[in-house]
């Protein structure tokens, strides 16, 4: 198998057990109860806990697709985890998938395989070094702060930050993976130790910008959220990495073609719908207790962090 397959092989799976996760923390987080004591309750929850490994297993597998593949390949098949999620939560939900649920898959599916024609390459060997990563995470935080300041729709600007944070650390980790596993060189350089840092920092930023997004509903700025996310990854890959489309102009355009079918399967996908589920009994659970706060937030915003 070579490096490109592995590394789709590897996104696949990594995007499986990420909607798993979602899905589990979904539906754990619609079981309200009254209670003060969640985070105790919490540790003593096989469900969530299971949700905490697959997301842990989910990262792990993303890294390693980072080691095997361009961030203009798998990036994109992020998308995956909302394809992946959307069937699997209606049959849990004892609910059939509607129609626009199907074209908005179906269309997410023809545009990634558009993009993956064009964006198949060698894997990666190239890092950002030091000083690129420190003017990309300079660029990054400039942009964060210019969408974050107050004024009108504050999910929207916020989620478009949420996601290059996002991008940015998922672009930092395969800095960080490669010149990790690159045998030239010490195993924790100051390149590696410093990136990491940089890493951990947009993670956190980006979970945070995106319980802020979540504010006013989850639909709209989800899609934002899932679609900014590989535009910044793919961005540092083309313009810093050396990554190039394959195909020339012709798969240059067949990318962006790609690219804007994949980004309206998602906004009907997250637009969609949802047929009504029979309601649940309340659990012994309370998620919401102990899942962060956010007024008017329809579902929680573990789901945006399953899917990074």
């Not at 539906?27 to 003060?36: E, H, N, P």
């Not at 049959?91 to 023809?110: D, N, S, Y």
């Not at 942009?143 to 290059?164: E, K, W």
Request: charged letters at 10%.
């Amino acid at each position: 198998m070579n490096a490109t397959l592995l590394a789709v092989a590897l996104s696949l799976v990594s995007a499986a057990a990420y909607a798993c996760a979602a899905v589990a923390q979904e539906r754990l987080a619609t079981r309200v109860a009254d209670s003060g004591t969640g985070f105790l309750r919490l540790l003593g929850s096989g469900p969530w806990w299971s949700s905490v490994g697959l997301n842990a297993s989910a990262a792990l597998l993303h890294v390693a697709a980072l080691k095997y593949g361009p961030l203009t390949l798998v990036q994109p098949l992020g998308a995956l985890t909302l394809v992946a999620a959307v069937p699997l939560g209606a049959r849990l939900a004892g609910r059939r998938v509607t129609p626009p649920e199907w074209r908005g898959t179906g269309l997410t599916l023809i545009g990634l395989g558009a993009l993956l024609l064009t964006a198949s390459g060698p894997a990666p060997d190239d890092t950002l070094t030091l000083t690129e990563a420190l003017a990309v995470a300079g660029v990054t935080m400039a942009v964060i702060g210019v969408l974050s300041r107050p004024g009108t729709r504050p999910g929207l600007r916020h989620a478009t930050a949420s996601g290059f944070a996002s991008g940015v650390a998922s672009a930092l980790t395969q800095t960080v993976t490669v010149a990790a596993t690159d045998r030239s060189g010490p195993l924790l350089s100051p390149q590696v130790i410093v990136v990491a840092l940089l890493v951990a920092a947009f993670a956190v930023g980006g979970l945070l910008l995106s319980q802020t997004a979540y504010r006013g509903g989850l639909g709209a700025p989800l899609a934002v959220v899932t679609l900014a996310n590989p535009v910044a990854a793919a961005g540092i890959g083309l313009t810093l990495l050396g990554e190039r489309l394959q195909g020339g102009v012709a798969g240059v355009f067949l990318a962006v073609g790609g690219a804007a079918i994949a980004a309206y399967g998602v906004l009907v996908l997250t637009r969609s719908p949802r047929g009504g589920a029979p309601s649940e009994a309340p659990s012994e659970l309370s998620p919401q207790d102990f899942l962060p706060s956010i007024p008017g937030q329809t579902e929680p915003a573990a789901l945006h962090l399953s899917r990074h």
